[in-house]
């Protein structure tokens, strides 16, 4: 219930206003879970390519970037207006987050408050408010839930417990299927562990690393359906990605700086920080305390420019981009700490107040105190910050730094360009001539033209009447498993010199029309994953279900 509430408190006064200002990463996300939406409201379940977002390039974003979690978010569209249902899908996952972080601390430490202490310090990380309710970095955030139970289950392992590989299976796999950066991350620093790990024991514990591979085998197995797109439309196909290195990069000083006065920047606020400047106090404490306070230091300095990521460009690490997406990591580790010290400290003090009460005011105190870093987005989507509702864009451009949308014109925000997304997952010889199949110009042996378009689900048609026989260069990206049917025939597209669907076309009325063709794989894949669930959910409950 407590949960529930402190959910209800950040969500409300957002879904109060009934519009809100959106910037950053919002319209690239708000616009994958449009196309699922339109395409679901058209009897398809399958998004494969933009054809009413994203100007309708055919864009494959929804092969190569994971969509599972946005599914829900169209769901709800469905029942609710577009910004009630994603404050809905949002704090969903908030407050699913609070019972996994529960869930995890209890497996740990079989301790109800300090479990409650570690749900609170994690879940209203300032990092991860900013993530969620501010610059709606919505695939990094929701990964973000989950990670607390990836390195539980982890833990577990290495405390031999049987059964962790199956729920840290389950929880790499629900990071993938949101966020691969996040799980390359997470995998990064459990390799980590497990090297130094070697090294101080001396010797090599072959039950953790069965158990670790039997944990990576069944993680395949579950994301199969993330990783069919990738190998058949995207490995080896010179498709971009987004900005390749390290592109934002935070100073040491601004993180501190942002993290004492507990602001909606990157950092981890101030609660989190006096974890390190007491971690003295762990000494008298169970080893993992020390070692959670220790990583927790490391990663926030490796989140900053104190390590010389610029030295890094050329590396595998610097797939990351931002270095600061360590700093959820570093939050998970010193509220590991955090949830110890203040556990002790409360009970320690001679105060005259029952230990329940005590830890309810500590609770209390605890989010009134992180509750400043999303007052803004409150107050901002509250009065508008003065902006005028967004209108439509009557020419092809980007979408302003800053828009205010409500319920009314939430369509609008669809005809803009999107800033930060737009032409990722562009086959690279496309990125070079993006304005002009974004402008949605069509070159007929060569010569420009505008055609009408007409969309549905996974495909865009174009009508032509050619005099002679010519060679049409559509504005619709060509993929690997792109198709082209010219007045019902299915004829091979061609690839043409800006990377988009072309093909030699006879004289005369034609309907020519573009589409995708799922992978066979896929449905196959699905299933399979489906019942690697199943299995997950029997080997966790056979017990109790034999009892």
Same mark, same amino acid.
């Given at each position: ?68 979690? #946005? ?6 569209? *469905?029942?609710?207006?577009? %910004? ?5 899908? $949002?704090?969903? *996952? ?5 019972? %996994? ?15 409650? #202490? ?70 990064? $620093?459990?390799?980590?562990?497990? +090297? ?16 670790? #591979? ?16 990738? @190998? ?8 971009? &990605? ?17 993290? $004492? ?39 926030? +300095? ?16 610097? $797939? ?13 580790? #010193? ?33 009134? *105190? ?27 451009? =980007? +979408? ?71 060679? =049409?260069?559509?504005? @619709? ?17 061609? &690839?043409?010199?800006?990377?988009? =669907? ?24 699905? +299933? ?11 080997? &966790? ?7």
């Amino acid at each position: 219930m407590l949960f529930f509430i402190t959910t209800a408190l950040m969500i409300l006064p957002l879904l109060k206003a009934h519009q809100m200002i959106i910037v950053s990463d919002w319209t690239f996300h708000a616009s994958r879970v449009e196309e699922i939406f339109r395409n679901l409201q058209a009897g398809e379940w399958y998004t494969a390519i933009a054809t009413h977002t994203f100007q309708g390039t055919g864009v494959a974003s929804w092969l190569f970037y994971p969509t599972p979690m #946005l599914y829900i978010w169209a769901g709800l569209r *469905f029942i609710f207006a577009p %910004i009630t249902a994603f404050y809905i899908w $949002i704090g969903m *996952f908030i407050f699913i987050g609070f019972l %996994i972080d529960y869930w995890c601390m209890m497996r740990v430490v079989n301790n109800p408050w300090q479990s409650v #202490l570690f749900a609170y310090a994690y879940s209203l990380l300032p990092y991860r408010i900013l993530l969620g309710l501010n610059v709606y970095t919505l695939a990094e955030f929701i990964a973000t839930l989950f990670i607390p139970l990836v390195f539980a289950s982890f833990y577990g392992i290495l405390r031999n417990q049987p059964k962790a590989w199956i729920a840290l299976s389950a929880g790499m796999a629900l990071v993938v299927y949101t966020h691969l950066l996040t799980a390359i991350i997470a995998v990064e $620093i459990m390799g980590v562990i497990m +090297i130094v790990r070697v090294i101080w024991q001396r010797h090599f514990v072959k039950l953790e690393w069965l158990r670790l #591979l039997q944990s990576g085998v069944m993680s395949l197995i579950l994301v199969l359906p993330i990783l069919i797109p990738f @190998v058949s439309d995207f490995i080896g196909k010179n498709i971009a &990605t987004a900005a390749p290195g390290i592109t934002m990069l935070a100073n040491f000083d601004d993180v501190i700086k942002s993290s $004492i006065g507990n602001r909606m920047q990157p950092g981890i606020g101030l609660a989190l920080l006096l974890v390190i400047v007491f971690s003295f106090k762990l000494k008298k404490t169970p080893t993992i305390y020390r070692l959670c306070a220790l990583m927790g230091t490391i990663l926030l +300095i490796i989140s900053t420019s104190l390590v010389p990521w610029h030295l890094l460009q050329s590396t595998p690490l610097a $797939i990351i981009q931002m270095p600061y997406r360590y700093l959820s990591f570093a939050g998970l580790f #010193l509220a590991v700490s955090f949830s110890k010290l203040i556990y002790d400290w409360s009970n320690s003090h001679g105060m005259p107040l029952q230990p329940n009460v005590m830890m309810s005011i500590i609770v209390v105190v605890l989010i009134i *105190f992180n509750f400043g870093a999303l007052s803004d987005t409150i107050t901002g989507n509250t009065a508008g910050n003065r902006l005028p509702n967004l209108g439509r864009a009557k020419t092809t451009k =980007v +979408i302003p730094d800053q828009a205010l949308i409500t319920n009314h014109n939430y369509s609008n925000q669809f005809t803009y360009q999107v800033k930060y997304g737009e032409i990722d997952y562009y086959p690279k010889v496309s990125q070079g001539n993006a304005q002009n199949i974004v402008n949605n110009v069509t070159y007929i042996n060569n010569r420009a033209k505008h055609l009408i378009k007409h969309i549905g689900p996974n495909k865009i048609s174009y009508h032509v009447n050619l005099k002679s026989d010519k060679i =049409v260069n559509l504005p @619709v990206l060509k993929y690997t498993r792109t198709t082209l049917n010219v007045d019902g025939y299915y004829i091979k597209p061609q &690839t043409s010199w800006r990377g988009t =669907v072309q093909a030699k076309i006879s004289a005369g009325k034609h309907t020519i029309t573009v589409g995708y063709q799922k992978s066979p794989l896929l449905i196959p894949s699905i +299933i399979v994953a489906i019942i690697a669930w199943v299995c997950l959910g029997y080997f &966790t409950f056979a017990n109790k279900i034999k009892r």
